[in-house]
């Protein structure tokens, strides 16, 4: 099975969110970015809404390194959508 690396070095799976997220950091195409953005956003929220009941794992450490990188990706492309 494929595996996320947190910031921590820790390997975490869930091809749920990984996929998705993958996706969204991968997008080239302007256009389609933000969409990609909400849906890697939502899998991830779906994803750590199913852990909440689990004691702390790796892969909630993992979903959390994976939400700032999105915010930064969603924030150049909206500001490089306002100056065009």
């Known amino acids: 099975m494929a595996s996320i690396v947190s910031q921590n070095g820790n390997r975490c ?3 749920k969110w990984k996929q998705p ?3 969204a950091i991968l997008e080239l195409d302007t256009g389609r970015m933000l969409s990609k ?4 956003r939502s899998a991830i929220f ?3 809404k199913e852990l909440l009941t689990r004691r702390y794992s790796e892969e909630r450490h993992a979903l959390n390194d994976a939400l ?3 915010q930064i990706l969603e ?3 909206k500001s490089e959508r306002q100056s065009a």
């Open 13 to 15: 799976s869930d091809p």
């Open 21 to 23: 997220y993958q996706s």
């Open 37 to 40: 953005i909400a849906e890697a």
């Open 46 to 48: 779906d994803r750590a």
């Open 68 to 70: 700032p990188p999105l």
């Open 75 to 77: 924030g150049v492309v």
